[in-house]
Nanobody, 123 residues
Framework: QVQLVESGGGLVQAGDSLRLSCAAS????????MGWFRQAPGKEREFVAG????????NYEDSVKGRFTISRDNAKNAVYLQMNSLKPEDTAVYYC????????????????WGPGTLVTVSS
């Protein structure tokens, strides 16, 4: 089992950058594939980015490709989401999740979730 806690959210202006962090507890963190999802008000939760258990494979939702970068540090039990060139439409609560599917793009493919961190991008 793994517990996840996100941090790094906040209020920024369009064009700014933010780095989200997700701290994991549990000795098996390095066995899990990790993902970032987001949920905007009134919308369904959507996939943002994923990274394999060893960091060797990543995948992104089309609208964030070239702007967001997912990474992980298994020695620190952490996964990160570097977000550049932020847009107002990136405003959402961002969640990290852990699961067993490499490249999983669906929430149902992830088992453990953090409580989320709010990112607000003003225009």
């Amino acid at each position: 089992q793994v517990q996840l806690v996100e941090s790094g959210g906040g209020l920024v202006q369009a064009g700014d950058s933010l780095r989200l962090s997700c701290a994991a507890s549990g000795r098996t963190f390095s066995a899990y594939n990790m993902g970032w999802f987001r949920q905007a008000p009134g919308k369904e939760r959507e996939f943002v980015a994923g990274i394999s258990f060893n960091g060797g494979s990543t995948n992104y939702e089309d609208s964030v490709k070239g702007r967001f970068t997912i990474s992980r540090d298994n020695a620190k039990n952490a996964v990160y989401l570097q977000m550049n060139s932020l847009k107002p439409e990136d405003t959402a609560v961002y969640y990290c999740a852990a699961g067993w599917y490499i490249g999983g793009r669906y929430a149902s493919q992830y088992t453990y979730w953090g409580p989320g961190t709010l990112v607000t991008v003003s225009s």
